[in-house]
């Protein structure tokens, strides 16, 4: 059985951060030349990103614990 995160927003928030700095360094890592401002609006679309993924699992979760 799967272990689920204690609040799902916090769930959320650690999503937002994870695929902001993943999708920032990933770019940062492949295409050479990107600059200090590319990579700073790599974490801002990373961060809208994640904000949109980690808060969707968690109003699914949310919704998956409200009682019957």
Request: without cysteine.
């Amino acid at each position: 059985m799967r272990k689920k995160p204690k609040s799902p927003w916090l769930f959320a928030a650690l999503m937002t951060v994870v695929v902001a700095v993943v999708e920032a360094g990933t770019v940062l890592h492949l295409v050479p030349g990107t600059t200090r401002v590319d990579v700073g609006a790599l974490l801002f679309t990373g961060f809208l990103a994640g904000l949109f993924t980690g808060f969707h699992a968690a109003g699914r979760s949310a919704g998956s614990n409200a009682p019957s």
